[in-house]
């Protein structure tokens, strides 16, 4: 923890240097198994990073560790929903992922109206296509549209910057029906509709603890 402690603030402009800090960051943290699980472990006693691991229309994710004094925080990601993720989006924020098991195909995509505000599946012409692999890392600027389609048993760790805008934007043509966004944790109560993220239960920090565990990624 005392080496979390001491990573340098990535409140900063400049891409590159977020780069630099996070590999450094995520290549630690998917080597060091005992840190890892002690961060997973930690939540369940962590009222704040509890109400931050999410259930969310394309994955579930787990928050690790917050520092946002140093403008950062490090998430899990995993369980996702394939049929959810051809969606092309940005992001509020400049992000750095590492994939840890599984892969996916990565698209990120080149505006053709603007870089500002929102889109439509019409501005977007396919720009750079990846497969990531476990090992793979790369980082990208809240101003770049991407989109991901993972396999089966796909886990990563991301760190996310502090927010750059006041709203992130996806395709909305595109968007999945709203049958298929995560269902209320109490279904059918009042003020509970279906949302495209709200908080993990415990008992799902538990079931995501459980399938780490399974996929031999902690202890």
Same mark, same amino acid.
């Given at each position: 923890?005392?080496?979390?402690?001491?990573?340098?603030?990535?409140?900063?402009? %400049?891409? !590159?240097?977020?780069?630099? $800090?996070? !590999?450094?960051?995520?290549?630690?943290?998917?080597?060091?198994?005992?840190?890892?699980? *002690?961060?997973?472990?930690? $939540?369940?006693?962590?009222? %704040? !990073?509890?109400?931050?691991? !999410?259930?969310?229309?394309?994955? #579930?994710?787990?928050?690790?560790?917050?520092?946002?004094?140093?403008?950062?925080? $490090?998430?899990? #990601?995993?369980?996702?929903?394939?049929?959810?993720?051809?969606?092309?989006?940005?992001?509020?924020?400049?992000?750095?992922? *590492?994939?840890?098991?599984?892969?996916?195909?990565?698209?990120?995509?080149? *505006?053709? %109206?603007?870089?500002?505000?929102?889109?439509?599946?019409?501005?977007?012409?396919?720009?750079?296509?990846?497969?990531?692999?476990?090992?793979?890392?790369?980082?990208?600027?809240?101003?770049?549209?991407?989109?991901?389609?993972?396999?089966?048993?796909?886990?990563?760790?991301?760190?996310?910057?502090?927010?750059?805008?006041?709203?992130?934007?996806?395709?909305?043509?595109?968007?999945?029906?709203?049958? &298929?966004?995560?269902?209320?944790?109490?279904?059918?109560?009042?003020?509970?509709?279906?949302?495209? &993220?709200?908080?993990?239960?415990?008992?799902?920090?538990?079931?995501?603890?459980?399938?780490?565990?399974?996929?031999?990624?902690?202890?």
């Amino acid at each position: 923890m005392s080496w979390l402690a001491a990573i340098p603030s990535l409140d900063t402009l %400049d891409l !590159r240097e977020m780069q630099r $800090i996070s !590999r450094d960051l995520l290549d630690h943290l998917a080597q060091d198994r005992k840190l890892l699980t *002690r961060l997973v472990d930690e $939540i369940q006693d962590d009222a %704040d !990073r509890l109400a931050n691991s !999410r259930i969310t229309l394309h994955r #579930n994710r787990l928050c690790l560790y917050q520092a946002p004094d140093r403008g950062f925080e $490090i998430r899990m #990601n995993m369980n996702p929903r394939p049929e959810n993720q051809r969606v092309p989006h940005n992001h509020c924020y400049a992000f750095a992922t *590492r994939v840890l098991t599984g892969g996916y195909v990565h698209v990120v995509h080149h *505006r053709t %109206d603007a870089w500002e505000g929102p889109f439509s599946r019409d501005d977007l012409e396919p720009g750079i296509v990846t497969v990531e692999q476990p090992g793979s890392a790369y980082t990208l600027g809240p101003a770049m549209v991407h989109q991901a389609v993972m396999e089966p048993d796909t886990v990563t760790l991301l760190v996310r910057g502090p927010r750059r805008k006041s709203f992130s934007h996806a395709a909305p043509e595109l968007m999945p029906a709203h049958e &298929s966004w995560p269902a209320p944790t109490t279904p059918g109560g009042p003020g509970e509709p279906a949302a495209e &993220s709200r908080p993990a239960t415990p008992d799902e920090y538990r079931l995501m603890r459980s399938y780490l565990y399974l996929l031999d990624l902690i202890d």
